[in-house]
């Protein structure tokens, strides 16, 4: 009996384990208008609409396909599945400087405003190579908003 109860215990943590390290990741938008609902359903009214493709936003939770998000800005609701991906981008919190190389002693290419956001095309330690619309570089991952590959 004994045996039974701690593989149910088990089982279960695992699920609870698993279910909370789902929720919470970095998406992003898919499309230029992304709409954001009350509730988990296309019958649910809308709340606001976003119009920035590849915005990160952060799941917190999720039902069936739809998935409640929070931008920058705190603000959160619903959005379908289909209108999500997996994230690639990241917003500056702070202007910041992209550099030729993953280093703050590479010559720097350009200057980023704090709000900028920047599509990410590889990650490693504490450095993106981005692209925004006329730059490429690398940048500093510190105070950004966004996933970090």
């Given at each position: 009996?004994?045996?039974?109860?701690?593989?149910?215990?088990?089982?279960?943590?695992?699920?609870?384990?698993?279910?909370?390290?789902?929720?919470?990741?970095?998406?992003?938008?898919?499309?230029?208008?992304?709409?954001?609902?009350?509730?988990?359903?296309?019958?649910?009214?809308?709340?606001?609409?976003?119009?920035?493709?590849?915005?990160?936003?952060?799941?917190?939770?999720?039902?069936?396909?739809?998935?409640?998000?929070?931008?920058?800005?705190?603000?959160?609701?619903?959005?379908h599945i289909?209108?999500?991906?997996?994230?690639?981008?990241?917003?500056?919190?702070?202007?910041?400087?992209?550099?030729?190389?993953?280093?703050?002693l590479s010559?720097?290419?350009?200057?980023?405003?704090?709000?900028?956001?920047?599509?990410?095309?590889?990650?490693?330690?504490?450095?993106?190579?981005?692209?925004?619309?006329?730059?490429?570089?690398?940048?500093?991952?510190?105070?950004?908003?966004?996933?970090?590959?």
């Amino acid at each position: 009996m004994i045996k039974k109860v701690t593989i149910l215990f088990l089982c279960i943590s695992f699920f609870f384990l698993q279910l909370s390290s789902a929720e919470e990741k970095f998406l992003s938008l898919k499309k230029n208008k992304v709409n954001v609902r009350y509730g988990p359903s296309f019958e649910s009214k809308i709340k606001y609409i976003y119009t920035k493709e590849h915005l990160p936003v952060k799941q917190i939770d999720m039902k069936d396909n739809f998935r409640r998000i929070l931008d920058l800005k705190n603000n959160s609701g619903w959005i379908h599945i289909s209108q999500l991906k997996k994230s690639n981008s990241l917003i500056v919190l702070s202007h910041k400087i992209l550099y030729k190389k993953p280093s703050n002693l590479s010559k720097p290419v350009a200057r980023i405003e704090k709000g900028r956001l920047l599509i990410i095309k590889k990650c490693k330690k504490n450095w993106c190579h981005v692209n925004t619309n006329d730059y490429s570089g690398w940048v500093n991952t510190d105070n950004v908003w966004g996933a970090i590959k």
